[in-house]
Nanobody, 124 residues
Framework: QVQLVESGGGLVQAGGSLRLSCAASGRAFSRYAMGWFRQAPGKEREFVAAITWSGDTTYYAGSVKGRFTVSRDNAKNTVYLQMNSLKPEDTAVYYC?????????????????WGQGTQVTVSS
């Protein structure tokens, strides 16, 4: 069982930066692939970024590649999403997710564990 709590969301102007954190509790965090998803009002939840359990491989949606960076610190049971050059279309609730299989995290919204989400609002 893994519990996930996101933090770091807020209001930022276009072009600005935010860093989201997702703190995990429970056992064996270091064995889980982690992902970030987002959901804007009226839209489906979409994949943003993911990282393997070891941190050696990362994946990104095309819309954020080059602007967002996912990382993890297994000693702190935390995964991060550094978001730079933010755009108004990045406005959404951001969720972190965990699953034993990286392919589940990057290809679907069926990850086994989810956080409650944190709001990111980018003003123009």
């Amino acid at each position: 069982q893994v519990q996930l709590v996101e933090s770091g969301g807020g209001l930022v102007q276009a072009g600005g930066s935010l860093r989201l954190s997702c703190a995990a509790s429970g056992r064996a965090f270091s064995r889980y692939a982690m992902g970030w998803f987002r959901q804007a009002p009226g839209k489906e939840r979409e994949f943003v970024a993911a990282i393997t359990w070891s941190g050696d491989t990362t994946y990104y949606a095309g819309s954020v590649k080059g602007r967002f960076t996912v990382s993890r610190d297994n000693a702190k049971n935390t995964v991060y999403l550094q978001m730079n050059s933010l755009k108004p279309e990045d406005t959404a609730v951001y969720y972190c997710a965990a699953d034993a299989a990286i392919k589940v995290v990057i290809s679907s919204t069926d990850a086994g564990y989810w956080g409650q989400g944190t709001q990111v609002t980018v003003s123009s």
